[in-house]
Every structure is written in C-alpha cells, then in structure tokens.
C-alpha cells in the first residue's frame, strides 16, 4: 500500500507540473484532485498502523517523515481551497515525493518503548510536524516570491508573473505560515521540556539521559526556532519582509530538513528510539 500512495504522490506531482506549464484549469482541477485521493490514501495507512500498533504511528524517522508528509498534504490542499491558487502545487509535491521515498525505503512498524507511552510524546511530535509543515510552506512560498521578484525586476514578465500570485499575496502568505508554525514549534518545544522534567528522574533509559543541550536533534531544532523567531522580529520591529524574509524562510526550512532527515537517521543519541 505504501508503495500505490507513493505512486499517488508521483501521479500528483506530474499534473501539478502539466498545470503550472500549460496554465490548464482541467489538470489543476485533476491535480488537486489526485493530491487530495493521496491524502486520503495517506490518512488510511496512518489510522490503520495507529490501529495496528495501539498509538499514533509517529515512532522512528521514517514514521515521523511519513506524517509530515501527510500534514503538508493536508495544510496545502487547504491553502489550495482557501485561496483558489494551484501555482505553488508544483513546488510542494515534488518535496512530498523525495520525504515519502526516504519513508517509505525504511518503511517498518516499531513497537515504542515504555518511555514513550505518555500523551506527552504525542502532543509533542504532532505540535514538532504541524510546525514543520507550516514551515516548509512558507519555504515554497519565500521561494516563488524571489523568483518572481527577479522576473518583475528585469521588466521581462513572462513564465513566473502569469502564474504566480502578486508580491504583496506571497509575503502576506510567507508571514501567516512562518507566525502559525512559530506558535507550534514553541509549544512542541514547550511540551518536550515538561515531558523530559518527568521523565528524567524516573528512567534510566539511555537515550532519556541523552536529551541535553549536546544532542543534535535537541540543538538543531532549538537553532531553528531563534531562526524563525528573528524572522517573526525583524518582520515586525525592523521592517524586514519581501525578499529577506523569503530568504530566513528557506534558512529556517533548511534547518528543519537538516533536523528531520540526517540528524534524525544517522546523528542523535537521544531521538533513536
């Protein structure tokens, strides 16, 4: 089943591209369409393996991968519906493409330890990924805004002006998705700390004694939200919006990637479980 919703992804991704180069209405319309029967597909498999395992499916990377990829199905079909602009599909699937590869290439049920059977863990991860996906929203957006800037600034309007939103819609767009994912990452952080002063008198695991400051996965998300929370600052106190924005925002989205691909396979002593 993984492998038909990795297809449905792909499948997406190719009428989001048809669209974004044609400027055809019916393949947009069809390529909401198969990105909406993908995250259906993709709400199945995770109330299934909740089903099957006895806890939301969000133990080991490609677990917590795989649910990202389905939160940023879910936030840009949204986006989608309330704005009725397809344009940036065409940027966003091909990221949801390459994340459920790597998920699925590793795809395995793990049963979590002890540790982690607390509402605590889940409020955590599901704040950590509903950040994530606002986040790498506002990486998309931050992205077509300078590539259309740089059209509209050699006065030689053409591919990117006839498809993208104005300017003034991107950054508005960029600053909502970067303020709503600060909010969700705070709290995800907040949440872990609560959680970890719990725990930590009364486990001996390892990997609970590993989560300090030194641990790349605790130090490289913690380097992510002071990036996004200068960007929310320099927003609204020194004036920095349009393109230096745009930029903070794939600064930040870069971090995340970091944090939720290398660090979280290979790098961290505290977040293998």
Known sequence: MTILLLSLYVAAGVTY???FARRDAGAG????????A????????????????GHL?????????SAFVWLLAVAYL??????????MGVFIVPLLVILQTVSTLSDRVIEPPPVLDSPWFAVHVSSLLFAYAAFALACVIGITYVLLFRELKSKQLGFFAARLPSLQVLDTMNGRA???????????LAVGGVWLFQLQPETADPRVAAMTLLDPKISVVLLSWTVYSFELYARRVIGW?????????????SIVLLNLVPVGYFLTKSHNF
Request: charged residues 15%; glycine residues 12%.
């Open 29 to 36: 319309r069809l390529a909401s369409a198969t990105l909406a």
């Open 241 to 253: 919006s349009g393109r230096r924005a745009a930029w903070l925002s794939a600064l930040g989205f």
């Open 178 to 188: 970067v303020g709503v994912g600060w909010l969700f990452l705070t709290a995800g």
């Open 57 to 65: 499916p969000f133990v080991g990377a490609p677990a917590a991968i």
């Open 17 to 19: 591209g048809m669209h």
């Open 78 to 87: 949204y986006t989608e519906v309330t704005t009725d602009e397809r344009a």
């Open 38 to 53: 993908a995250a259906l597909m993709h709400t199945f498999v995770i109330g299934m393996r909740t089903v099957e395992v």
